[in-house]
């Protein structure tokens, strides 16, 4: 059982367009929202992070949107840029509980 | 600050055999987390531990240990190993805090043969 989704598997996008990045879960009680990047032959890095008492956070040109009662969350980036190429992992958490991570959805940025 | 650090980067075993993979967090970090990742499959939790102490394990089957000195160095084993054990194994470290992020190492390239 799935509890964080992440049905694209992939993702092509113009470089300087937006990248829109999709993550959906079913756990109502996760409270605690990431998204990370990872290269090949890399550990995933942390992108940005957002509460549940929040429904938009902003870092630079990564923003991530929260919808609750949607169960859905979304990393945008603008302006995409060839360096954001990699694999895009959406997790989420529950108080005292570990981090659960989608499968990942591979950006490509092409210039 | 140093990052996560993980030994070795790759290692290959045959079936059968044991392994064991360390991990050094970032300084100062007490938890520690480890997950396992296989093609299509995304990352799988193993277990965390905290200050020594087991604190969440994952659904993996008993074959799979692990352990934290007083130092937050962290080791797991995997034991009898199977071909289907063949994957990246992921540490993470965080502080304390909450709602502190994952920092992850560069993982270990195991192969089983």
């Known amino acids: 059982d799935q509890q964080v989704k992440q049905n694209s598997p992939s993702l092509s996008v113009q470089e300087g367009r937006i990248s829109i990045l999709n993550c959906d879960y079913t756990n109502s009680m996760f409270d605690y929202f990431l998204w990370y990047k990872k290269y090949p032959a890399e550990g995933p890095t942390f992108l940005i992070s957002i509460s549940s008492i929040k429904d938009k956070n902003e870092d630079g040109r990564f923003t991530v949107f929260l919808n609750k009662s949607a169960k859905h969350l979304s990393l945008h980036i603008v302006p995409s840029q060839p360096g954001d190429s990699a694999v895009y992992f959406c997790a989420a958490s529950s108080p005292g509980t570990p981090l659960v991570f989608g499968k990942g959805t591979r950006l490509s940025v092409i210039a | 600050k140093a990052g996560v650090t993980q030994t070795p980067r790759y290692l290959i075993k045959t079936r059968g055999q044991q392994v064991t993979l360390s991990c050094s967090p970032i300084?100062?970090?007490?938890?520690v987390s480890w997950y396992q990742q296989t093609p299509g499959q995304g990352l799988q939790f193993l277990f965390e531990y905290f200050s020594e102490t087991q604190r969440n394990k994952g659904n993996f089957p008993g074959r799979f240990s692990g352990r934290q000195f007083s130092n937050s160095r962290s080791e797991m084993n995997v034991s009898t190993l199977e071909l289907g054990d063949s994957a990246l194994y992921l540490c993470?470290?965080?502080?304390?805090?909450?709602?502190?992020?994952?920092?992850f190492g560069n993982g270990t390239r195991l192969t089983v043969t």
């Open positions: 300084s100062g970090h007490r938890s």
């Open positions: 993470a470290s965080r502080d304390g805090r909450r709602n502190s992020p994952l920092h």
